[in-house]
């Protein structure tokens, strides 16, 4: 079992390893609902939290959470314990508010995990003022408000597909108020952005996704692409150069979990090796 796979039992009930701090949350009836962790693993994931745990002000074991719901604070904690999330299963507003711990704890990998799910969202007739005014209320997250705003916007760019009548019809059955007035303009305005955007090319290199191929270059985290093959940067295979491909970077540490031949192979820094896409 490899060391990430081990992290993510660590909250298992049959694990050994004990935990040192509990998060607690007031529910209805008086009663209390708690989250149990582990403050060094929690600390190494987020700066915020090593300066609650081991800084000079810091906390006991017990910490009342009042600003988080349980469910959604359980999500964080399980991404940090690598815990597998499908993204899609989780509403706008929970993601929202997921976004709003990942920015209080200052979880960067979390942020943009959550910004690149908020595009594969199904917004429909329904909903799609209720994610405009999702994006208004959370002004000052900008990047998730842009990007709620662009999913909606790019829903009614779409809708309307430049047809005058049925851009009135979906305003006519739309309340009158403030609110609903104020998104409606800002998304106006975002689909008159997007229609004067061009269509993005379709990359020229298969292997790591770029118009600019990336050959020869080493792996880092900002051009990291699942799938995509890789060699070892430094040749240290007694002479013989063998494949591999990227499967997922791990842990903050720069380390990422390599396949071979469909085989897993374990978990190696990062920046030892280099794109092979040619």
Request: glycine share 4%; proline share 3%; hydrophobic share 35%.
């Amino acid at each position: 079992m490899d060391l990430q796979s081990k992290i993510s039992k660590c909250l298992d009930p049959t694990s050994s390893l004990p935990t040192d701090v509990r998060f607690l949350f007031k529910v209805e009836g008086g009663n209390t609902k708690e989250i149990k962790a582990h403050k060094l693993i929690l600390a190494i994931a987020s700066d915020v939290f090593k300066r609650q745990f081991f800084g000079s002000l810091k906390e006991g074991e017990d910490i009342d959470i009042e600003d988080a719901s349980q469910d959604v604070f359980l999500a964080m904690i399980n991404y940090i314990y690598n815990k597998q999330n499908e993204w899609t299963k989780y509403d706008l507003r929970y993601l929202s508010s997921l976004y709003y711990l990942a920015e209080k704890y200052d979880i960067q990998e979390l942020r943009g995990k959550i910004l690149t799910s908020i595009p594969e969202q199904k917004i429909t007739d329904e909903n799609v003022l209720d994610v405009a005014i999702l994006a208004e209320e959370h002004t000052v997250h900008q990047p998730l408000s842009e990007a709620l705003y662009d999913a909606a916007a790019s829903f009614l760019k779409n809708k309307f597909n430049n047809k005058l009548d049925t851009a009135i019809d979906f305003f006519a059955e739309t309340e009158a108020t403030e609110v609903n007035g104020l998104v409606l303009m800002k998304m106006m305005a975002r689909m008159k952005l997007q229609s004067n955007q061009k269509l993005p090319q379709s990359p020229n290199c298969k292997n790591c996704n770029q118009n600019s191929c990336l050959n020869g270059k080493v792996v880092t985290r900002d051009n990291f692409l699942t799938g995509a093959i890789v060699t070892d940067k430094n040749n240290s295979n007694n002479g013989a150069t063998y494949s591999y491909n990227l499967v997922q970077v791990v842990g903050p540490n720069n380390q990422v979990k390599l396949n071979m031949n469909g085989k897993h192979l374990g978990v190696y820094n990062l920046h030892n090796f280099k794109y092979k896409c040619l």
